[in-house]
C-alpha cells in the first residue's frame, strides 16, 4: 500500500496498544515502524528488474520481523526507561506494526515475499488497490481524534472505531473479489472460452470496478467488471501475442524472474527495435506501470540483451475519466 496507508495504520495499532499507558508516542512508533518495511526501496539493487523483484523481499518477511522484534524492543525500552515495565505491550506493538504492514501489503496485487528467506514467492492476494481512500480515510481519521483528543478515553474509542471500519471494508474487499472471480469462471465455461490463468484485480482507488486478465496460448484479454451497472457479465478486449514475439525471451537474462513474479501476467512487444515486457498485473492497455526494456535488435546479430531499464509510465487522464464515467453511470465502452 501507498506510505500514508502505512504510516496511518501504524499509528492507529500504535495507539491502539500503548496509547493509554504512554499517548502520542504509542502513535508516532507506529508511525515510524508503519514506514520501515519500505525503506528497502533505497537500498542499491542491480538493475531495475531486481529493483522490482526485490522489493518486498526481507523486509516483508514475517521470520525476519520475528527475528528483529526484540532488538527492537530492547531499543524503545533503552529510549523510554520509564516504559522498562511495558515490555510485553511493547512485544505486541512493534510485531503488530510490521505484522499489519506486511499483511496488508499481501493483499495488494503487487506481491509481499512473507516467506523469505524460505521462500522467495511474491503472496499477491489482488484484493485490494495500492491506493485506496475509502481504507485509508477511516485510519486518519480515527488516529488524527485520538492524538488531539483531550479525553483519552474518547480518543482511543475513535482509533477503534477507525481500525475497526478499515477492516470491514477489507473484508467487504474480499467479499467483492470471491463474487468477481465466481461470476469470472461462470462466463469463462459459459462461453468455452481457453485460459491458462485468470488475475481479478481491483480497478483504480476502487472495489466496485474489477478489471480481468485471461491469458491463453496466443495472447491475453483484458476486461471489466463492475459490480453496480447492472450487466452480469464482464466485458473484455482481445489482444494477441505471436510466437516471434515471445520467441526472443527464451534466449534473455532476467526473464525468468520476471515470469515469476508477475505470476505469468506479462505481455512483449516491439517498440523502436526495443524488446518490452510489460507487468499486465498494474494498470491498463498503453499505461502500464512497470515496463521493462530487455533487449535491442541488431540488423546482423538479431536481438541482443541489454542491462535491462524500467520505462517511463504514461498514464492516461481519459482511462481515469472513463472508470469515473463508469461508476457514476454504468457506461460501458
Same mark, same amino acid.
Given at each position: 500500500m501507498d506510505s500514508i496507508t502505512q504510516i496511518a495504520l501504524g499509528s492507529a495499532v500504535g495507539h491502539a496498544v500503548l496509547g493509554r499507558q504512554i499517548g502520542r508516542r504509542a502513535a508516532l512508533w507506529g508511525a515510524l515502524l508503519g514506514t520501515l518495511p519500505d525503506l528497502d526501496v533505497f537500498l542499491p539493487a542491480a538493475n531495475d528488474v531486481a529493483a522490482f523483484t526485490e522489493h518486498r523481499g526481507f523486509s516483508h518477511s514475517l521470520l525476519v520481523i520475528a527475528?528483529?522484534?526484540?532488538?527492537?524492543?530492547?531499543?524503545?525500552?533503552?529510549?523510554?526507561?520509564?516504559?522498562?515495565?511495558? +515490555? /510485553? +505491550?511493547?512485544?505486541?506493538?512493534?510485531?503488530?506494526?510490521?505484522t499489519t504492514h506486511?499483511?496488508?501489503?499481501?493483499?495488494?496485487?503487487?506481491?509481499?515475499?512473507?516467506?523469505?528467506p524460505l521462500s522467495d514467492y511474491p503472496v499477491s492476494g489482488s484484493v485490494i488497490f495500492i491506493i485506496d481512500p475509502l481504507y485509508t480515510l477511516p485510519l486518519l481519521i480515527g488516529v488524527g481524534i485520538a492524538l488531539f483528543a483531550r479525553d483519552t478515553d474518547r480518543g482511543m474509542r475513535a482509533n477503534t472505531v477507525g481500525l475497526v471500519l478499515s477492516c470491514l !471494508?477489507?473484508?467487504?474487499?474480499?467479499?467483492?473479489?470471491?463474487?468477481?472471480?465466481?461470476?469470472?469462471? $461462470?462466463y469463462l465455461a459459459r462461453e468455452n472460452m481457453p485460459h491458462e490463468r485468470v488475475l481479478t484485480t481491483p480497478g483504480a482507488f476502487n472495489t466496485l470496478i474489477w478489471r480481468i486478465v485471461v491469458m491463453d496460448d496466443d495472447g491475453y484479454y $483484458? /476486461?471489466?467488471?463492475?459490480?453496480?451497472?447492472g450487466h452480469p457479465a464482464p466485458t473484455f478486449t482481445r489482444h494477441v501475442q505471436t510466437p516471434e514475439q515471445l520467441e526472443p525471451l527464451h534466449a534473455l537474462p532476467h526473464v525468468d524472474r520476471l515470469r515469476r513474479f508477475t505470476h505469468g501476467f506479462y505481455s512483449v512487444r516491439e517498440q523502436?527495435?526495443?524488446?518490452?515486457?510489460?507487468?499486465?498485473?498494474?494498470?491498463?492497455?498503453?499505461?502500464?506501470?512497470?515496463?521493462?526494456?530487455?533487449?535491442?535488435?541488431?540488423?546482423?546479430?538479431?536481438?541482443?540483451?541489454?542491462?535491462? !531499464?524500467?520505462? $517511463?509510465? +504514461? !498514464?492516461?487522464?481519459?482511462?481515469? /475519466?472513463?472508470?469515473?464515467?463508469?461508476?457514476?453511470?454504468?457506461?460501458?465502452?
Open positions: 527475528a528483529i522484534t526484540p532488538l527492537l524492543v530492547w531499543l524503545a525500552r533503552r529510549l523510554h526507561p520509564d516504559t522498562a515495565h511495558l +515490555r /510485553g +505491550r511493547w512485544y505486541a506493538l512493534i510485531f503488530l506494526v510490521l506486511v499483511l496488508l501489503d499481501a493483499f495488494t496485487v503487487y506481491g509481499t515475499q512473507l516467506f523469505w !471494508y477489507l473484508a467487504w474487499a474480499c467479499g467483492a473479489k470471491w463474487h468477481t472471480d465466481t461470476v469470472v469462471r $461462470e $483484458e /476486461g471489466f467488471y463492475s459490480l453496480i451497472d523502436d527495435n526495443t524488446l518490452i515486457l510489460s507487468d499486465l498485473r498494474m494498470g491498463m492497455r498503453d499505461s502500464y506501470v512497470f515496463r521493462f526494456a530487455l533487449a535491442t535488435q541488431d540488423q546482423d546479430t538479431g536481438w541482443q540483451a541489454i542491462t535491462p !531499464y524500467q520505462l $517511463e509510465t +504514461r !498514464y492516461s487522464s481519459g482511462q481515469l /475519466g472513463w472508470l469515473w464515467r463508469r461508476l457514476r453511470s454504468a457506461e460501458l465502452e
